[in-house]
């Protein structure tokens, strides 16, 4: 009886020693210490932005984040873009877009509308601005990190 008591005192221990122990943060770096174009493999930067804040970031280099809702590949038009939208679909005015260029395509393991669609990711680059849609060009994968 004494020994169950005990076992059950130190399980009880574990679980709530296991429950207060701190969550490890993602690994971060500042966003100047990052190559355009270039961030490392489960490297977050810390001045990462949500998506709905990129607007306020244009002519930046810095990281945008949010979740990939709909994606298109414009294989009729000029330049063949794929379209990555973070937090609205198209034709929304408030998303931000994720534009890749075909002759960037060959360097994504596959293809990007198809494997990012639904998953938060984090794209690091210039901050620019089409029709009003904030957005960043992507010509490597390194460029999006997924969470």
Known sequence: ?????????????VFVLGACAPTPE???????????????????PSQAIPWDEA???????????????DTHWASGSKGKPTFLNIGKPYPDPDRFTVVIWVDYRANFPQAPEVYYLGK?????????????????????PSQIQEQ
């Open 55 to 69: 607007k306020y970031h244009i002519a930046e280099r810095t990281t945008v984040y949010g979740a990939v809702v």
């Open 120 to 140: 938060t990711i984090y794209v690091t680059g210039l901050i620019t601005e089409y029709n009003g849609i904030p957005q960043i060009e992507v010509k490597d």
């Open 1 to 13: 009886m004494k020994k169950a008591i005990l076992i059950g005192i130190a399980l009880a221990l």
């Open 26 to 44: 993602p690994t971060t770096i500042p966003p100047e210490e990052i190559s355009p174009g270039e961030v490392p493999e489960g490297i977050i």
